[in-house]
């Protein structure tokens, strides 16, 4: 195969990968973005193979490596994907995140360790020991070790620290999405001590101090330090950042995983890995301000620390008693029968009680009744960007009835019945407060409906440790329990 065709097949994979995430734009595009995706990866796979059984000089040793690499990821990865629920897909997330920074750095390693092996360099040579050489290689048990170019060093550099931040942020993120760990650094809450952002930008200046020694002398010592420092590093950054960032933070480490590759591309000289990693690092950077601006936060802010002080596990109450009005399943079904507008409100406690097709079902219902049904969608809705689209797109909802927040925010002042399912910050009136932790943070302007409807647990505060002023307004009606049975028993109250 020539390098031409090589060159040719990496680009149709490459229009392959831009079209997929055009596809992935919108709901109603995303399974031909998947399909474009999958036939990009498989193609730079194949292509990748084909080339390594010709550099190979036909010998299939080095692809029987790859084919086993191929397999063991494959397999473990289809595992997962069959095995992991909705609710769990934010951690699946981060730790694909992780995967794709450790290899970042495995391959950065290995190219420093034999850059000839990658075509970096040419292959060592015999020589007198003692010898030296004018281009600055040096000599090692008898053998001339060509020096590795400068720009290479740069790039195996930039690859290998951003990987590892990758990695470790990753896995704090992992654990902080899961909520399940004891270990204080995987809980919900910031972590923050006195001194942590000098700490940071300590850290931040020695890393890049002791990349910059092994670009200009091929230090090995030099090497390693930096990463152990980068692996720090991505711990640091990620443990002050509270759950209600977490949409933020997972955006945010799929650009630096792409910008991980991109850099490793550079240096192994191809061209399919610069690309995709890219088209990676630069969605996951505008899908990072995109969260930030939904949320009102500066991309720094969120970096140098999160807001809201605890993760709400639904064990606590409210920081002070007030009175609410509740109801029942039945007094809900009842005020939503009599509606012409329903607008439904899903959050990340819908997504827990796997609710969304006793949802779906309701609103088929009222739909059939006469009864205009609308959702409502925020965008850091969950723990992750799209959580509720998935959801929804899962119980089949149709995609003409979902609307994003700068769509629908219009009509809640027209609307007889907002039904909140699980969603706390989001539709929470303190953020148009000053003073407020979430002060200017775009919210579903459910408060402006007719009648709301709240569905949770408890009176528990959301992610930004903050009481729901929606929760206290006379026009509110909360309806406490399990999401999926009360929305069950709505159904059921339906005639």
């Given at each position: 195969?020539?390098?031409?065709?090589?060159?040719?097949?990496?680009?149709?994979?490459?229009?392959?990968?831009?079209?997929?995430?055009?596809?992935?734009?919108?709901?109603?595009?995303?399974?031909?973005?998947?399909?474009?995706?999958?036939?990009?990866?498989?193609?730079?796979?194949?292509?990748?193979?084909?080339?390594?059984?010709?550099?190979?000089?036909?010998?299939?040793?080095?692809?029987?490596?790859?084919?086993?690499?191929?397999?063991?990821?494959?397999?473990?990865?289809?595992?997962?994907?069959?095995?992991?629920?909705?609710?769990?897909?934010?951690?699946?997330?981060?730790?694909?995140?992780?995967?794709?920074?450790?290899?970042?750095?495995?391959?950065?390693?290995?190219?420093?360790?034999?850059?000839?092996?990658?075509?970096?360099?040419?292959?060592?040579?015999?020589?007198?020991?003692?010898?030296?050489?004018?281009?600055?290689?040096?000599?090692?048990?008898?053998?001339?070790?060509?020096?590795?170019?400068?720009?290479?060093?740069?790039?195996?550099?930039?690859?290998?620290?951003?990987?590892?931040?990758?990695?470790?942020?990753?896995?704090?993120?992992?654990?902080?999405?899961?909520?399940?760990?004891?270990?204080?650094?995987?809980?919900?809450?910031?972590?923050?001590?006195?001194?942590?952002?000098?700490?940071?930008?300590?850290?931040?200046?020695?890393?890049?101090?002791?990349?910059?020694?092994?670009?200009?002398?091929?230090?090995?010592?030099?090497?390693?330090?930096?990463?152990?420092?980068?692996?720090?590093?991505?711990?640091?950054?990620?443990?002050?950042?509270?759950?209600?960032?977490?949409?933020?933070?997972?955006?945010?480490?799929?650009?630096?995983?792409?910008?991980?590759?991109?850099?490793?591309?550079?240096?192994?000289?191809?061209?399919?890995?610069?690309?995709?990693?890219?088209l990676v690092g630069s969605s996951g950077g505008i899908l990072s301000y995109i969260m930030c601006k939904a949320m009102n936060r500066s991309f720094f802010n969120v970096l140098l620390g999160g807001f809201g002080g605890a993760v709400a596990s639904g064990e606590g109450g409210a920081k002070e008693q007030r009175p609410v009005k509740s109801g029942s399943a039945d007094d809900a079904a009842f005020v939503l029968s009599n509606a012409?507008?329903?607008?439904?409100?899903?959050?990340?406690?819908?997504?827990?009680?796997?609710?969304?097709?006793?949802?779906?079902?309701?609103?088929?219902?009222?739909?059939?009744?006469?009864?205009?049904?609308?959702?409502?969608?925020?965008?850091?809705?969950?723990?992750?960007?799209?959580?509720?689209?998935?959801?929804?797109?899962?119980?089949?909802?149709?995609?003409?009835?979902?609307?994003?927040?700068?769509?629908?925010?219009?009509?809640?002042?027209?609307?007889?019945?907002?039904?909140?399912?699980?969603?706390?910050?989001?539709?929470?009136?303190?953020?148009?407060?000053?003073?407020?932790?979430?002060?200017?943070?775009?919210?579903?302007?459910?408060?402006?409906?007719?009648?709301?409807?709240?569905?949770?647990?408890?009176?528990?505060?959301?992610?930004?440790?903050?009481?729901?002023?929606?929760?206290?307004?006379?026009?509110?009606?909360?309806?406490?329990?399990?999401?999926?049975?009360?929305?069950?028993?709505?159904?059921?109250?339906?005639?």
């Amino acid at each position: 195969m020539s390098m031409n065709v090589v060159t040719l097949l990496y680009l149709v994979a490459s229009v392959c990968f831009i079209q997929a995430l055009k596809g992935l734009s919108h709901p109603t595009t995303s399974i031909r973005g998947n399909l474009f995706g999958m036939t990009g990866m498989l193609i730079a796979v194949l292509t990748t193979a084909a080339l390594i059984v010709q550099l190979a000089g036909g010998a299939v040793l080095g692809l029987g490596w790859v084919l086993l690499g191929l397999l063991v990821g494959g397999t473990a990865g289809t595992l997962m994907a069959q095995r992991v629920e909705m609710t769990r897909m934010p951690e699946l997330v981060a730790f694909m995140h992780s995967m794709i920074g450790l290899a970042a750095v495995f391959i950065a390693v290995a190219a420093v360790a034999e850059p000839w092996a990658f075509g970096i360099t040419a292959a060592p040579v015999a020589a007198v020991v003692g010898a030296r050489t004018p281009g600055g290689a040096v000599l090692l048990e008898g053998m001339v070790m060509p020096a590795i170019p400068y720009g290479n060093r740069l790039e195996l550099f930039l690859g290998a620290a951003i990987g590892a931040i990758t990695f470790s942020g990753s896995v704090i993120a992992f654990g902080k999405l899961s909520g399940k760990y004891k270990f204080r650094l995987f809980q919900g809450a910031p972590v923050q001590f006195a001194g942590q952002h000098w700490l940071n930008l300590a850290l931040g200046l020695l890393t890049v101090g002791l990349g910059l020694m092994f670009v200009a002398t091929e230090s090995w010592t030099a090497f390693f330090a930096m990463l152990a420092l980068a692996f720090a590093m991505g711990v640091l950054i990620i443990i002050p950042i509270g759950g209600a960032d977490m949409p933020v933070v997972v955006s945010m480490l799929n650009s630096y995983s792409g910008w991980a590759a991109a850099g490793i591309g550079f240096s192994l000289n191809n061209s399919m890995l610069i690309i995709a990693g890219s088209l990676v690092g630069s969605s996951g950077g505008i899908l990072s301000y995109i969260m930030c601006k939904a949320m009102n936060r500066s991309f720094f802010n969120v970096l140098l620390g999160g807001f809201g002080g605890a993760v709400a596990s639904g064990e606590g109450g409210a920081k002070e008693q007030r009175p609410v009005k509740s109801g029942s399943a039945d007094d809900a079904a009842f005020v939503l029968s009599n509606a012409e507008t329903v607008v439904i409100v899903p959050g990340y406690g819908l997504a827990v009680a796997r609710a969304q097709h006793a949802v779906k079902e309701l609103a088929q219902k009222l739909t059939d009744k006469g009864i205009t049904v609308k959702y409502a969608i925020h965008p850091v809705a969950g723990r992750m960007p799209g959580h509720m689209n998935v959801l929804l797109a899962e119980a089949e909802v149709p995609y003409d009835q979902v609307f994003e927040m700068d769509e629908i925010n219009s009509e809640f002042g027209q609307t007889d019945v907002a039904i909140i399912l699980g969603a706390n910050d989001v539709v929470n009136p303190a953020a148009q407060t000053k003073g407020s932790p979430i002060y200017g943070m775009p919210i579903l302007e459910a408060y402006k409906a007719k009648t709301v409807i709240v569905n949770k647990r408890s009176m528990a505060s959301g992610y930004a440790g903050l009481d729901n002023e929606l929760f206290y307004m006379d026009k509110t009606m909360m309806v406490f329990g399990d999401a999926k049975k009360v929305v069950e028993d709505m159904v059921k109250a339906i005639e």
